[in-house]
């Protein structure tokens, strides 16, 4: 088996501020996901990367970059954070129509 | 582009009832696959299904699915409800087996 690590779990920022997330993976996955998850809206696609150092917009990229400098490693960038906002990103890794596996999430709060 | 609806924002039904969720797609693609995620409360989502072949029933923890070509359908089922179903359902397409794109969810909630 293998493990989707998510840091922080936790992450409170200012208007305006650049704040990073990071995802790891042990799986050995060559594709790689950040998802947004809002209440009723679903999970929205922000990036992908189907391999190092390849990165794909998804739905909603606008706002955020991404980084895949491994193949173990995802970064998402909130380019700057919007007030009061608050939503959990989702990391995730799977084969090519393999079963994808999510992390636990990083909780986004912006005051 | 690729698309999943899921009309039920929110399904309330009494234990031991059947349950039906709702999932149609959208895609250029002539051979999709589907697949229903579930996300309990404080969890992550996990996969509860997935088909490949159309019109085969795929069944797994008592739920089982359809997928139909020619409707472009995948609705989620199971014959009883359970007062721990109560969870979020997600359907999900994936485009070129990379791109996964979901629905928007349906929140099921089983009371006693």
């Known amino acids: 088996g293998g493990i989707i690590t998510q840091t922080p779990k936790f992450l409170i920022g200012q208007e305006g501020q650049k704040l990073t997330l990071k995802c790891q993976q042990n799986?050995?996955?060559?594709?790689m996901y950040w998802y947004r998850q809002d209440s009723g809206k679903g999970l929205r696609l922000i990036y992908y990367s189907i391999t190092e150092n390849d990165l794909q917009k998804g739905d909603l990229s606008e706002g955020y970059d991404a980084s895949r400098e491994k193949k173990s490693s995802f970064s998402l960038t909130v380019t700057s954070a919007q007030k009061n906002e608050m939503a959990v990103f989702l990391c995730?890794?799977?084969?090519?129509?393999?079963?994808?596996?999510f992390g636990k999430g990083t909780r986004l709060t912006v005051v | 582009g690729d698309s999943v609806t899921q009309t039920e924002g929110l399904v309330t039904l009494t234990e031991g009832l059947p349950v039906m969720l709702n999932c149609t797609y959208q895609?250029?693609?002539?051979?999709?696959?589907l697949f229903w995620y579930v996300q309990h409360l404080n969890e992550s989502p996990r996969l509860l299904l997935k088909?490949?072949?159309?019109?085969k029933r795929t069944e797994h923890q008592g739920f089982h699915a359809t997928l139909h070509k020619s409707s472009s359908s995948f609705h989620l089922q199971k014959s009883s409800a359970q007062l721990s179903d109560s969870a979020l359902y997600y359907c999900a397409l994936p485009y070129m087996g990379y791109k996964l794109t979901f629905g928007t969810g349906t929140s099921l909630l089983v009371d006693p």
């Open positions: 895609t250029i693609y002539s051979n999709p696959f």
């Open positions: 799986f050995n996955h060559d594709t």
């Open positions: 088909s490949f072949t159309d019109n």
């Open positions: 995730a890794s799977g084969g090519q129509g393999a079963q994808v596996f």
